[in-house]
């Protein structure tokens, strides 16, 4: 870059009347913030203000427009939710991140009609063609809130790492994980899940989709091909354990978590589960459950557990994890997929020490490690508190959004329920309706919302719903989303 370039780069905008040629008049009634916010967008994605750039000062910009305050603030909160704009202090508001040109392309092929994305048995690679589908806004769950990853300190820790790294560090490392991750790892579960790890305890994946691929190739050498699942359970973990010839008989999930009774009817030796913030249900394990668990996990049962974005309680502490209780007959994974983004791909496994050198083996043979750099700099951040800082920030921007989404679902749909605990990154609705939740989940994308139909995540029958995320999306594309929802489910009673 030029001297000239980046001194410009670092320059405020000039405000006044004839910024970005901005006409209010041209704004809709009531809807003025969200117009200067998509002006201010599209200015940043095209060019016309720079990464880098200073903003003119909410007052100076209201007063230049004929707005009020509240209508500029407005509009800079969206923008910096979204991860384009960032408060600095003195420095003011700067632009810190546009989205990246469209590459050109050859026309891509038509995309298929949104009834055929549904169907009421769904293939394995349903969920790719289903996130490569056009929506105006997306309520899929298990989406974390992708803008507010913290890119400034990501890309600061890497460059530290970077300079610190020594020639062999780029060699082959070892297939349990970089050292470092592994002790980060043991003492972030410690201070945030109550659990008693040692380094050497962890192994670390590549997310808990390999963690779980990793453990079936160790159970199956043990003679075990049947991991019972909850019901409803997820639809992608009954995906990932029948891929590696694991059985998935269900378990009922009740209001007070996996029924231990149904569990021991089924004469499964594993069972996995999401005891903290159960997907979909949202649930949590109570205790009386987790007593008759430990008590079946003792009579030589293994539990897998999956602690599903438990780290995002909102209401009370998150429940402590089971792999507290009973270290040797509990598999226990996680990742950042929910807490940074599922790009990462870094999880972490701690098993029981007598599947331990077969889920290592298994490691090795998969990919010889996880990649290392990204495993450096997220020990970093987990040692240096940034982590636990990312942490606070997203579970204050998601219990807004929650709350947005629980107003918007009674609003506009008034006879639907809401299942669950103020937790995690998605609701769950059921409706007393005759009508299709795929077909519901099909009239919504028509109109350009995406939602998850709860039967795909049901082996039974089961009454219909729909999983709605909430932690990628502002309270205005939250309304707009189950607005719409309710508009297809209108149409579609109405035959």
């Known amino acids: 870059m030029s001297r000239a370039k980046a001194q410009a780069s670092g320059r405020s905008i000039t405000a006044g009347s004839d910024f970005l040629h901005l006409d209010i008049a041209a704004a ?12 201010l967008r599209d200015a940043i994605a095209d060019g016309r203000i720079a990464v880098g750039a200073r903003l003119p000062a909410s007052r100076v910009l209201a007063a230049d427009l ?38 050109a392309r050859p026309a891509p ?3 298929p009609a949104p009834a055929a994305l549904f169907p009421s ?5 349903i969920f790719d063609a289903v996130r490569a589908a056009p929506a105006r806004v997306d309520l899929t769950p298990g989406v974390p809130d992708l803008a507010a990853f913290p890119r400034a300190d990501w890309l600061r820790v890497e460059r530290s790492v970077l300079r610190r790294l020594a020639a062999a560090d780029f060699g082959y490392g070892d297939p349990r994980g970089a050292p470092a991750l592994r002790a980060a790892v043991a003492a972030w579960l410690a201070r945030n899940r109550g659990i008693a790890a040692e380094p050497a305890e962890v192994v670390v994946t590549a997310g808990v989709s390999q963690a779980l691929g990793l453990l079936a190739q160790a159970l199956r050498g043990d003679g075990i091909d049947r991991i019972a ?83 995002h309680r909102y209401d009370r ?13 509990v598999g226990y994974a996680g990742s950042v997929s929910k807490l940074l983004a599922p790009a990462l791909r870094v999880g972490w496994l701690l098993v029981p020490a007598r599947y331990r050198d077969a889920v290592v083996a298994a490691k090795r043979n998969a990919d010889l490690g996880t990649s290392v750099l990204p495993q450096l700099v997220l020990a970093e951040l987990m040692t240096s508190g940034a982590l636990e800082r990312q942490l606070r920030l ?8 929650r709350d947005a989404m629980v107003a918007a679902i009674g609003r506009h749909l008034p006879g639907a329920t809401v299942h669950g605990a103020a ?51 502002t309270a205005t594309d939250i309304e707009e989303g189950v607005a719409t929802v309710a508009a297809a489910l209108r149409r579609l009673r109405a035959g």
Request: net charge neutral.
């Open 66 to 103: 004929g707005v009020s305050r509240g209508v500029v603030t407005e509009a800079y909160q969206r923008l910096g939710e979204e991860g384009r704009i960032a408060g600095r202090g003195r420095a003011g508001t700067v632009v810190v991140a546009a989205p990246p040109a469209p590459a």
């Open 109 to 111: 092929a038509a995309a």
């Open 121 to 125: 048995a769904p293939d394995s690679d």
């Open 317 to 329: 502490p998150p429940v402590p994890a089971l792999r507290a209780l009973l270290p040797e007959h």
């Open 229 to 311: 699942v909850e019901e409803p359970g997820s639809l992608g973990v009954r995906q990932h354990l029948n891929n590696w010839g694991m059985a998935t008989p269900p378990v009922a999930v009740d209001a007070a978590g996996l029924r231990v009774d149904d569990l021991v009817a089924t004469g499964a030796r594993a069972v996995m589960l999401t005891p903290a913030h159960q997907f979909p249900t949202g649930v949590v394990l109570d205790g009386d459950r987790r007593r008759r668990l430990v008590d079946w996990a003792r009579d030589g049962g293994l539990v897998i557990e999956d602690d599903y974005d438990a780290e």
């Open 28 to 39: 809709p009634t009531g809807g003025r913030a969200a117009w200067l916010a998509d002006r």
């Open 423 to 473: 937790a995690g990154l998605h609701l769950l609705v059921t409706l007393d309706d005759a009508v299709a939740d795929t077909e519901l989940a099909a009239a919504a994308l028509e109109r350009g919302v995406k939602v998850q139909p709860l039967s795909w995540h049901c082996q039974r029958a089961h009454r219909p719903g729909l999983v709605l995320g909430y932690a990628a999306n």
């Open 394 to 401: 997203l579970r204050r921007r998601h219990v807004r959004r």
